[in-house]
T-cell receptor, first 111, second 118 residues
Framework: QQQVKQSPQSLIVQKGGISIINCAYE??????FPWYQQFPGKGPALLIA?????SEKKEGRFTISFNKSAKQFSLHIMDSQPGDSATYFC??????????FGSGTRLQVQP | GAGVSQSPSNKVTEKGKDVELRCDPI?????LYWYRQSLGQGLEFLIY????????KSGLPSDRFSAERTGGSVSTLTIQRTQQEDSAVYLC????????????????FGPGTRLTVL
């Protein structure tokens, strides 16, 4: 019930392309869904987050799409840049205050 | 202001030794979390402190792990009799917890302490 499933495990995108990472959850008590970006040797940094009362949230080149009925959400990175190369984690929170993380996606944007 | 800080950044220890990891949360943040990041297990919750409430210890993997938070600020995670499987990056996060009962608090992470148990 606490698991968040993330795919793909790794992703290679050309500069300027769209990166898409998907997550799915089972626990309907989750009501906050953040995405974190992590560079090697650094802690995760909040990128963007969404609540289930909206279906989409956009901040600059980053968009979260949320499908409550399917219990799925995804991160879209538009105009991907080499500087976006990092590991991305989806997460979920609700009830218990601890974040439940997906397994991570290593994104590589080729110049 | 300053972000979450953790020390040491790296710790190498021998199996069986005790280690202490320190976390300084963002000033004014009432909630503090410890997570562990390892290759095999991803990011796992360990323990959560919120104000003067009893901590949520449900993520601690064994009784060798303990944590305390003094004065509602600095926290120390202690691992006794370390084992090789304890090798991981230990991450601390804090959040302002805007209102009691809300579950939309943003968690801000520190850089982590990389623990290697030989």
């Amino acid at each position: 019930q606490q698991q968040v499933k993330q795919s793909p495990q790794s992703l290679i995108v050309q500069k300027g392309g769209i990166s898409i990472i998907n997550c799915a959850y089972e626990n309907t008590a989750f009501d906050y869904f953040p995405w974190y970006q992590q560079f090697p040797g650094k802690g995760p940094a909040l990128l963007i987050a969404i609540r289930p009362d909206v279906s989409e949230k956009k901040e600059g080149r980053f968009t979260i799409s949320f499908n409550k009925s399917a219990k799925q959400f995804s991160l879209h990175i538009m105009d991907s840049q080499p500087g976006d190369s990092a590991t991305y984690f989806c997460a979920a929170l609700g009830g218990r205050r601890a974040l439940t993380f997906g397994s991570g996606t290593r994104l590589q944007v080729q110049p | 202001g300053a972000g979450v800080s953790q020390s040491p950044s790296n710790k190498v220890t021998e199996k069986g030794k005790d280690v202490e990891l320190r976390c300084d949360p963002i000033s004014g943040h009432t909630a503090l979390y410890w997570y562990r990041q390892s290759l095999g297990q991803g990011l796992e919750f360990l323990i959560y402190f919120q104000g003067n409430s009893a901590p949520d210890k449900s993520g601690l993997p064994s009784d060798r792990f303990s944590a305390e938070r003094t004065g509602g600020s600095v926290s120390t995670l202690t691992i006794q009799r370390t084992q090789q499987e304890d090798s991981a990056v230990y991450l601390c996060a804090s959040s302002p917890l805007l209102s009691r009962g809300a579950s939309t608090d943003t968690q801000y992470f520190g850089p982590g302490t990389r623990l290697t148990v030989l």
